[in-house]
Nanobody, 115 residues
Framework: QVQLVESGGGLVQPGGFLRLSCAAS????????MGWYRQAPGKQRELVAV???????NYADSVKGRFTISSHNAKNTVYLQMNSLKPEDTAVYYC?????????WGKGTLVTVSS
């Protein structure tokens, strides 16, 4: 059974930074891709960033140049470095993993950007 556990969320001022972590049970090499999604109050869940098993990355236009997704295979962990945070980045951030067409989700971590 795959388990994804996010951490690193919290309250930060505009312009600040946070690093989210997603620890996966088992080897992340088993996953075709891992990513971060977010859902703001009253909005649909949206893709933030994704990294494939080959190391390719893709980002939502709204976070390009500010967020960086990376993975540490030995630690079975995926990270999301978020810089220059804006109030509109406030959301619950979810870790996602895809394996053979099956999607797995973490329970989410709340990020609040406010002064």
């Amino acid at each position: 059974q795959v388990q994804l556990v996010e951490s690193g969320g919290g309250l930060v001022q505009p312009g600040g930074f946070l690093r989210l972590s997603c620890a996966a049970s088992g080897s992340i090499f088993r996953f075709n891709a891992m990513g971060w999604y977010r859902q703001a109050p009253g909005k649909q869940r949206e893709l933030v960033a994704v990294i494939t098993s080959g190391g390719s990355t893709n980002y939502a236009d709204s976070v390009k140049g500010r967020f960086t997704i990376s993975s540490h295979n030995a630690k079975n962990t995926v990270y999301l470095q978020m810089n220059s945070l804006k109030p509109e980045d406030t959301a619950v951030y979810y870790c996602n993993a895809d394996r053979a067409g099956t999607a797995y989700w973490g329970k989410g971590t709340l990020v609040t950007v406010s002064s």
